[in-house]
């Protein structure tokens, strides 16, 4: 067929509106005098540059406009508008915008020329084709098929019904696709199936009434940061967790009595195993949870029978604590602002359940941990994240809040709260399958992410080495919890004292409890020692990735992709990722297993483990054994180690290590605030910029422009560059020094 083109003052008004937008004034370039009609009902389409970097693309009912498109609270329209009216912008290259009719096509080019996505829209059913390209498509939220997301069919269904829950998850769809060859999308609306099985792609709204507007955001930047700042831009930047929640979290599940659970957390103390915060399940998930019943705020009397005293006790023992919450409803409305009717508790309105939490909030609890809401629309989704973040602030305003989901939507990074992958099976499978689940979801904006470590139900496979295994890549997520059925085998000493505590897989298909020969393990307690160790060790480098996240949009579990594009072996693997900028990992995701194949990108590497020097650009083999995942450190780098401590919050006297890893130079910052408050917002925060110089052997320490020292006032340092031994000492004190190694 033919193509026709548009009206020739339409294209030129478009193609160089475009241009002139970006370095005026950003207005949305509407085609007025030329409609469209999609799925029978007539229409517009308008075009606005929001960046150097994206053009938002929005066709919409001639009756309601292109500008009035549904606000689903995922986008920030808010802030979009605000650049749409800004006058003073530099003078970047732009984007360019051209459309032709029958088929209507919308091509989208970088400002060199270079060709990045073309969307062809099929007019009588509104479905969406748009260009693969070569590489890997990843992206697109939590769950659903691995790695690479081409080739697979995806009605991006929400929840835990969503795609093999028992080895990928619950599914959260992000509808942000990153096409690793120089492209990536995000579909704000409508909400639809991607088939990206094959050569193009297609997109087909799941609601034939709402098949308009179509709101598709085209970002044209090929540098990976750059891509991930586009998205924060469009849907907003990672809001900072309370330092807590980075510590291990325990739960509980079935609980006896006050005495068992108070014996547990002076367990950990005892033992000097690092924790911060335990976890308790709900009566109804369990026979006995920390309320009455299901859904109920009221502790139970045989477990908490004096709340507030408890929950003073776990605060003395430096515990935070986080209770398990649900909500039943199928819609969520409103903010938590909002005044709720005192004639009547209507369950759908934000204000109204948030109330119900917030004595149990006044007695101490700290968190909370919602559960379900599979049945919740995406608006909803999102607008209980928003409450679990808004709602704690009304009581402790200057306290950041801290809540665990298992749902999500677009923009939830910006309320700092966390997800875990929901109700998985203890397999081999499911943990191999997961590290490319956590990549994603990295990629997807949502960075604070973590699973049940072991799995949540028990089943044949579950032994001391897969919950050995898992819990190492546990270490290395974001999110640090165990939680799951047979609980007491998720305590890290649970191995090993010959009781599986309360049974509880009984009606629940395929759930198996281990061998009785499984329970005297002496082996899992110190090596779960050693890698909660070395997370509260690695804290200081942990934290500054939380913050770069909070900066940048960066996810703080990263695809090899994000620092090696121009790699395609590296690209292409979604077995091992980055841990922030510098530390590689490759989980061990097979039984048994006395080696592990790890790919190592260009430059030069150090095993963690042994300091050993090793050539990248190609795979190597490392021995394992059950006490070893595979580390490996970037040439050029340097690790910040504070001491071990007990809680994220425990003072010492210990000094910071920073272990220099060899290349042409290298560099680090050690980022702190409170961890507690929002107080940073307001520039109380310190940045500690450390950089080595290989060919002199010096190293510089200064404090970064805009910081200041946060106390103590004087910082002891210690150095040691890898695989040396010998380490000097140096104090600082906020004034810039270079001392030789």
Not at 124 to 152: A, C, H, K, W, Y
Not at 178 to 194: C, D, E, K, R
Not at 584 to 607: F, I, N
Not at 648 to 674: F, H, K, N
Request: charged share 25%; glycine share 10%; hydrophobic share 35%.
């Amino acid at each position: 067929m033919t193509r026709e083109r548009l009206p020739r003052r339409n294209a030129l008004k478009l193609l160089g509106g475009a241009i002139a937008a970006t370095y005026l004034d950003f207005p949305s370039i509407l085609l007025a005098e030329d409609q469209v009609e999609i799925a029978g009902r007539k229409a517009q389409i308008s075009a606005s540059p929001i960046s150097a970097h994206t053009v938002r693309v929005r066709i919409a009912d001639i009756d309601s406009g292109p500008r009035n498109v549904g606000e689903d609270g995922a986008v920030l329209e808010a802030q979009l508008r605000q650049l749409a009216t800004h006058k003073s912008l530099p003078r970047p290259s732009a984007p360019r915008v051209s459309i032709e009719r029958n088929p209507l096509t919308i091509q989208i080019s970088d400002a060199g020329g270079r060709a990045v996505q073309q969307l062809r829209v099929q007019e009588d059913t509104g479905s969406i084709t748009f260009q693969l390209n070569e590489g890997p498509v990843l992206g697109m939220g939590e769950g659903g098929p691995q790695f690479d997301r081409r080739g697979n069919v995806d009605p991006m269904r929400s929840g835990q019904g969503g795609y093999h829950l028992r080895t990928h998850g619950g599914r959260v769809p992000i509808q942000w696709l990153i096409g690793t060859s120089g492209w990536a999308m995000f579909v704000h609306q409508p909400l639809g199936t991607f088939d990206l099985s094959g050569s193009e792609g297609r997109f087909t709204a799941n609601d034939s009434a709402k098949r308009l507007p179509i709101d598709i955001f085209v970002v044209t930047a090929k540098e990976p940061a750059q891509v991930m700042a586009e998205y924060a831009r469009i849907t907003g930047r990672p809001e900072m967790p309370p330092l807590w929640s980075l510590g291990y979290q325990q739960s509980h599940r079935t609980i006896a009595s006050r005495e068992e659970i108070l014996s547990v957390a002076h367990t950990f103390r005892e033992k000097k195993l690092p924790c911060d915060a335990l976890i308790y399940l709900g009566t109804g998930f369990c026979p006995s949870g920390w309320n009455t019943e299901n859904g109920s705020f009221q502790f139970n009397p045989r477990v908490f029978a004096e709340p507030k005293e408890i929950l003073d006790e776990f605060h003395r023992m430096n515990f935070r604590v986080v209770l398990h919450s649900v909500i039943l409803t199928r819609t969520l409305r409103g903010t938590v602002q909002d005044a709720c009717s005192l004639s009547r508790f209507d369950e759908e309105e934000v204000s109204c359940y948030w109330n119900a939490h917030r004595k149990d909030f006044a007695m101490g609890v700290d968190g909370w941990w919602p559960d379900e809401g599979d049945p919740l629309d995406a608006a909803s989704r999102l607008t209980r994240h928003r409450m679990y973040y808004e709602g704690p602030q009304l009581d402790r305003p200057n306290q950041r809040p801290y809540s665990l989901h298992r749902n999500g939507y677009a923009g939830m990074q910006r309320y700092g709260t966390f997800l875990w992958s929901g109700d998985v099976y203890s397999t081999w499978e499911t943990l191999k399958t997961h590290v490319p689940i956590a990549i994603n979801t990295g990629l997807s904006g949502i960075p604070f992410w973590g699973t049940d470590t072991g799995g949540f139900v028990p089943t044949k496979e579950f032994t001391g080495e897969l919950y050995v295994r898992w819990f190492q890549f546990s270490a290395f997520c974001p999110l640090f919890r165990s939680h799951g059925r047979t609980w007491k085998l998720r305590l890290p000493w649970g191995w090993n004292t010959g009781e599986l505590g309360p049974n509880e897989i009984s009606n629940y298909g395929e759930a198996v409890n281990p061998d009785p020969s499984e329970l005297h393990n002496p082996d899992v307690e110190p090596i779960c020692r050693k890698y909660l160790e070395l997370r509260y060790r690695l804290l200081p480098y942990l934290y500054n990735a939380v913050r770069e996240s909070h900066d940048t949009g960066l996810p703080i579990l990263r695809a090899l992709w994000l620092h090696y594009p121009d790699d395609p072996t590296a690209v292409a693997r979604g077995d091992q990722y980055l841990w922030g900028r510098d530390i590689l990992v490759a989980p061990v995701t097979e039984k048994g297993a006395k080696s592990k194949s790890v790919y190592l990108p260009r430059g030069d590497w150090t095993d963690f483990w042994t300091e050993q020097k090793i050539e990248g650009g190609r795979e190597v083999t490392r021995p394992v054994d059950l006490a070893t995942i595979p580390l490996y450190v970037r040439a050029g780098s340097i690790l910040p180690f504070g001491p071990v401590k007990q809680f994220t919050g425990e003072g010492s006297d210990g000094p910071l290590l920073l272990v220099i890893y060899p290349g042409a130079g290298g560099s680090c910052t050690i980022y702190e605030d409170d961890g507690n408050t929002f107080n940073h917002r307001r520039g109380e925060w310190m940045k500690i910029g450390a950089r080595w110089d290989g060919a002199q052997r010096k190293l510089s320490v200064q404090l970064l422009p805009g910081s200041s020292m946060l106390p103590p006032l004087r910082r002891k340092i210690e150095v040691r560059v890898a695989p040396e031994k010998e380490t000097r000492t140096l104090e600082f004190v906020g004034h810039p020094i270079t001392v030789s190694i």
